[in-house]
């Protein structure tokens, strides 16, 4: 008893270590004014560097809202597309649907870049290079495989059992879907718009091949400075990347949970 | 007055319903009957405006198209919702003021006996409960038209009596038309005094329960019915031959099929149509009086249903059929 005590011990350490050991390297990164190897720890703590950055610092302030801007525009249009796509492929029988459901998953099976470049041709071709829209869509194509699993996994469970009730009971078509479809299908909601989020926060060769350089968000901009060595910078990108990524996840995990009735 | 109107349902290449005319008087209780998969739940989805029918219509008195609230055999309580909002979710989409909405699911909970319930979600109920949340949640839009699908297949033997009778007094109270669909025919009699027998998607017999026990219109819904000795022989100008019984039938159809119903075909005391004689092999107490005996005829063995202690086991007895036999 005691021996699988120990082991289990050891796991959670070990997983503990593997996942708080670079977010550790990170934070030191950024409050150290001075860390050269061999020094075990950094010789020189500022604490203030990473909100004076935060603050002053125009770029990041910049970058900050073009990668929020884009990924609230691609978690909305994500799950315009997302949601009718999983309720489609879960509800209904049709020709094609095997079809689809391999469509569905290209994006992820396709090399990237060469999505990419072909969408980068299509977009030029349409004049939609550098605009809003042909990054949120580029952002968007890659973001879709997840969301539409997780919102599919979700409406099978029940397949559309709830919606026929309500509009048996006289609810229109928009009333059940806000009223039954989405309660119901809350976790799914959720999983999609955390990952759509994710998945657009962490683009970075979509944004700059379809952006133009219209639009450096902190992926941009973070990778030449961890390329070029300015590790202190990239820290407090990385840092703040992980803040704008973590809290909306956890504010809409809390919503979740908290709000009504926890379902499957 | 209800109209089934030349109702067919087609999905891909199969034909679930063919053609179904039936009528349906107000404020009654009117039962389908059918085996699984003969398409009573398509019909009901259709008499409730779930599925389109591929031909035909359901209409009202006034000719015009009509549409059921369903209670589903499954209840299909909103998970997320209390009970209260399950009840009151129909007036809720139309808009119903609050108070009004407030008072009707207030009496609409303490016919159903559940107003305790108002705020418990529908996995903390049990299957009775939840059948009244969800029968509360039809009845309170004032409908005329109620659809149940296999209501009390879920429920224990002892609630099932109970809901049937509650179901009947509801009916009373609301002078409602109730259609629902069932492949028990004991609940079906015990509800209805009108039952419909589907089969393959066709209406077979519409009648009384004691007319379809008693005159079944065809070997298919004899069959379904079941509770009968179905013996094989042969046909020729309504005599029939068989190692059971030889002699004058009433030919239905001329598939030679001789058609003994356990109960109220064959009996004892002698009347103008000779049965055979058989051996008592065995009886088998049936409750209220009544015994299955187990008959051989030339080792052939027959079912009948009769009053207790009216015969001895390994004791031979003449047996005399009520009226003249049926064959299909």
């Given at each position: ?264 | ?145 109620l659809l149940m699908d296999e209501p009390f297949s879920s429920l224990d033997e002892a609630l099932r009596i109970e809901m049937l009778d509650f179901v009947k007094e509801l009916q009373r109270k609301f002078q409602l038309t109730i259609v629902f669909v069932t492949h028990y025919k004991t609940e079906a009699y015990m509800l209805s005094n009108k039952v ?133």
């Amino acid at each position: 008893m005691a021996s699988k005590k120990i082991l289990k011990l050891l796991v959670y350490l070990l997983f503990a270590v593997l996942v708080l050991m670079p977010l550790f390297v990170i934070f030191m990164l950024a409050i150290s004014k001075t860390w050269n190897y061999p020094s075990l720890w950094p010789k020189w703590v500022d604490w203030g560097y990473y909100f004076r950055f935060l603050i002053t610092n125009a770029e990041m302030q910049a970058s900050l809202l073009s990668s929020m801007e884009l990924a609230v525009g691609t978690v909305v249009l994500t799950i315009l597309i997302a949601y009718p796509t999983a309720m489609a492929l879960s509800y209904y029988d049709f020709k094609g649907k095997k079809l689809l459901n391999i469509l569905v998953y290209l994006p992820m099976i396709i090399p990237s870049i060469a999505v990419l470049t072909n969408m980068d041709f299509i977009m030029i071709k349409y004049g939609l290079n550098g605009s809003f829209f042909g990054v949120v869509s580029a952002h968007t194509l890659f973001c879709l495989p997840y969301a539409i699993k997780l919102l599919y996994d979700n409406l099978i469970l029940w397949k559309d059992k709830y919606e026929v009730t309500s509009r048996n009971l006289g609810a229109t078509p928009l009333q059940t879907f806000f009223k039954v479809t989405i309660p119901l299908n809350k976790n799914g909601l959720q999983g999609a718009v955390m990952m759509s989020y994710i998945v657009s926060m962490t683009q970075y060769l979509g944004t700059l091949l379809i952006g133009d350089g219209n639009y450096i968000t902190l992926s941009v901009r973070m990778f030449p400075f961890t390329t070029e060595g300015k590790y202190r910078i990239a820290a407090v990108y990385g840092i703040t990347f992980m803040l704008v990524t973590l809290i909306p996840l956890y504010l809409i995990d809390v919503w979740v949970t908290h709000k009504g009735r926890k379902l499957a | 007055m209800y109209h089934l109107d030349n109702i067919s349902q087609q999905k891909g290449n199969t034909h679930i319903l063919h053609g179904i005319n039936l009528t349906i008087d107000e404020n009654s209780i009117f039962a389908i009957l059918g085996p699984s998969g003969s398409g009573k739940t398509t019909l009901l989805n259709i008499l409730a405006g779930i599925d389109r029918p591929t031909d035909g219509k359901f209409l009202n008195e006034d000719g015009q198209v009509e549409k059921g609230i369903m209670v589903f055999q499954d209840y299909r309580l909103f998970p997320h919702m209390t009970v209260f909002k399950n009840i009151t979710f129909g007036l809720k989409v139309k808009k119903t003021n609050s108070s009004e909405l407030k008072q009707r699911a207030k009496d609409i909970m303490e016919t159903m006996g559940i107003s305790e319930l108002i705020d418990r979600y529908p996995d903390e109920l049990s299957g009775g409960q939840q059948q009244r949340v969800a029968l509360a949640r039809a009845l309170i839009l004032n409908l005329k038209l109620l659809l149940m699908d296999e209501p009390f297949s879920s429920l224990d033997e002892a609630l099932r009596i109970e809901m049937l009778d509650f179901v009947k007094e509801l009916q009373r109270k609301f002078q409602l038309t109730i259609v629902f669909v069932t492949h028990y025919k004991t609940e079906a009699y015990m509800l209805s005094n009108k039952v419909a027998i589907l089969i393959d998607g066709q209406i077979m017999q519409v009648d009384a329960p004691k007319q379809l026990e008693s005159n079944p219109q065809n070997l298919a819904v004899a069959r379904f019915l079941g509770q009968a000795n179905f013996i094989e022989g042969s046909l020729s100008n309504n005599d029939f031959v068989s190692p059971v019984y030889s002699g004058k039938v009433r030919t239905v159809t001329e598939k030679g099929v001789l058609y003994l119903p356990f109960s109220g075909q064959l009996q004892l005391n002698k009347t103008e149509y000779p049965a055979f004689k058989g051996n008592i092999l065995e009886k088998k107490w049936m409750g209220s009086n009544l015994e299955r005996i187990t008959i051989e005829i030339d080792q052939k063995t027959v079912y009948c249903d009769l009053a207790s202690e009216s015969v001895d086991e390994n004791k031979t007895y003449q047996f005399y059929f009520s009226k003249l036999p049926v064959v299909f």
